[in-house]
């Protein structure tokens, strides 16, 4: 796991070494164990190290071979002892004990294609000299980053936007399409687009390759999300059995490491699941304790501690306990911000970041996490609308009452959640309410809620768009930002491809069934976990103890929003700030010091005015405040 970065110039001028080093340095806590450059005409990549698999010299980077390649590279290709013996056997010879040695044989083998044999997290630039072009991937669901920004004379990349920001030489400026859709619908990295005007993020699938000859790219897609689905007739008990052995292979891929390895636990079922085998895996093999960490929040209804520690007693797992309070959380705002670089949308990303510190403070490396989990086997309790859509008559009665009897959620909360994400039109109601102090010209069009409400109606069209866009995506982005910041690697056994292709071929029937969330998993756990963490009901997820931290900084969030240029741009009215509900009040502040952190400029009369359609028609009023008590959030 490390930091890359690159410029090309277009005029094919020598780039000085300065200007690679200070980007490459932006990056230094994505690889503080060593760094690299490489330079040819009219290019120049850098490298920041991690070392997690063979930690000598012999893995620095950028890394060359066959002396026609070079690489810089980001990520991890787990099955990379599987494809270096295949390679091996057609004569190709290594030199290191590393995987990025072994994607430099690969390419030249199989070319392009490579990536389809990989099993991993990357995002990579390879310099082949041979055909003058520069060969550029990012894995199939995006966990590793890739940004980049294409400017008449260069072409500048990182892992990080901060990086290229100081590639283009030039201010930063907002991209107000990206704040509209974050501060009303709640989205970010739901495009390829970023909060940056003129920087975008290569697409997680795609490829890019940059033709040195003609200084022109092109972008391709490589994967495509596809279920796979199951033998017909099999039982529920050998489908069970098929899921763990695969769940089993994936953490098993993502226990290897030179380096201690250690496990996020909040308690819930994902990581309780992957701490649990992973801890027997772990003591197979090694005679060091498998360690876990969990944030605790100070608010007792969110307190999710008891769960961790039962976990951690039944798999003889070495638990450490965080439990950061207002203090923590003041002092680290500015630098979670910077951190993140762009907005987002709630404080309990602090508590996965005051995890990472944690475990690199007790010197684990690499850490598992359950990223994914909820969005390839239905864990969110709004799923539960779609899944009822499929069900009539007395099956749907009896999937109310076992709703009601196995789930947290209630039926009243369900209903509401079906017609506020089903309804398009509900839905921009309520929000057009509630930001009703925004000029006109960002309430008039919705696409992403027609498309989420369209995509509502089919689970399986539902999945792939939280997957592909409105979901997954920002959970990858924080994970990202919060583990690098500390140095430590972030491994997502729920999103080895082959699970994911796995959970999306399964019949919905066998993620939700009888009232309970992601079944097949809480199936195949039973008996290797106890039961109050296997069939438990709430849902949280190290979440903040939010209120207590906002009230605590309150005056400084007013603060910070009255002072703001970007959102003073788009408001039509001075905001009431006692008036906004939590949620609102913490969008407006992020990107606010966003802006503040960055330096943001606003650049008047370059907005997009987007075509807009006759407004939808609006939902009864009595739906729409019904629905807004219900939802806060988006």
Known sequence: MCGISGIIDKNRRSVPQQEIREMTDLVAHR????????????????????????????????????????????????????????????????????????????????????????????????????RNLVFCSRDRFGVKPFYFSDQSDRFTFGSEIKQVLKGRREAAVANLDMVRDFLIEG????????????????????????????????????????????????????????FLTQLKSAIALRLRADVPVGTCLSGGLDSSSIATLAASMYHASASAPFRAVHARSLESAFDESMFARVVAQSGDIALTIVTPGADEFSTMIEEVAYAQEEPFASPSIFMQYFVFQ??????????????????????????????????????????????????????????????????????????????????????????????????????????????????????????????????????????????????????????????????????????????????RKSKLG??????????????????????????????????HFDALDANIKWRLFSIAKWEEIFEVQLVPGKLRAPACPPFPAHAPAIAVQAIAAVHGQH
């Open 358 to 535: 944690k475990a690199r403070e007790s010197g684990c490396k690499v850490m598992l996490d359950g990223q994914g989990g909820d969005e390839t086997l239905l864990g969110y309790e709004r799923y539960f609308s779609t899944h009822l859509q499929a069900k009539e008559g007395m099956a749907l009665a009896r999937e109310l009452r076992a709703i009601n009897r196995n789930n947290a959620v209630r039926i009243r909360s369900l209903l509401a959640h079906m017609l506020y994400f089903r309804y398009a039109a509900i839905r921009m109601g309520v929000l057009r309410r509630r930001f009703g102090f925004l000029k006109n010209r960002y309430l008039r069009h919705f696409p992403n809620i027609e498309k989420m409400a369209a995509a509502s109606r089919d689970m399986a069209a539902l999945q792939t768009t939280e997957i592909e866009h409105f979901q997954l995506p920002h959970l990858l982005r924080y994970e990202d930002r919060n583990s690098m910041r500390h140095s430590v690697e972030a491994r997502l056994p729920f999103l080895d491809y082959r699970m994911v292709e796995l959970c999306l071929g399964l019949d919905p029937g066998l993620k939700m069934r009888q009232g309970w969330t992601k079944y097949i998993l809480r199936s195949a756990m039973r008996g290797l976990m106890p039961d109050a963490i296997t069939w």
């Open 187 to 242: 989205l970010h990295d739901h495009t390829c687009s970023t909060f940056f005007a003129g920087i975008a993020s290569l697409p997680a699938g795609h490829n890019l390759v940059f033709n040195l000859t003609d200084m022109q790219f092109q972008k391709t897609r490589w994967y495509t999300l596809v279920g796979r689905t199951p033998a017909p007739g099999q039982s529920v008990a050998r489908l069970s059995t098929q």
């Open 31 to 130: 690889g503080p164990d060593g760094e690299g450059f490489y330079h040819a005409p009219g290019l120049a990549l850098g490298h920041r190290r991690l070392a997690i698999l063979d930690v000598s010299e012999c893995g620095k980077q950028p890394m060359s071979y066959l002396e026609r390649y070079v690489i810089t590279y980001n990520g991890e290709i787990y099955n990379y002892l599987e494809i270096r013996e295949e390679l091996a056997a057609v004569g190709y010879r290594f030199h290191s004990g590393t995987d990025t040695e072994v994607i430099l044989a690969a390419y030249d083998r199989w070319g392009a294609d490579c990536v389809e044999r990989f099993n991993g997290m990357w995002a990579f630039a390879l310099h082949d000299r041979v």
């Open 542 to 575: 190290f979440t903040a103890p939010a209120r207590t931290w906002t009230a605590s900084i309150e005056p400084a969030m007013r603060l910070a929003i009255e002072q703001s240029a970007i959102i003073a741009h788009m408001c039509k009215r001075k905001i």
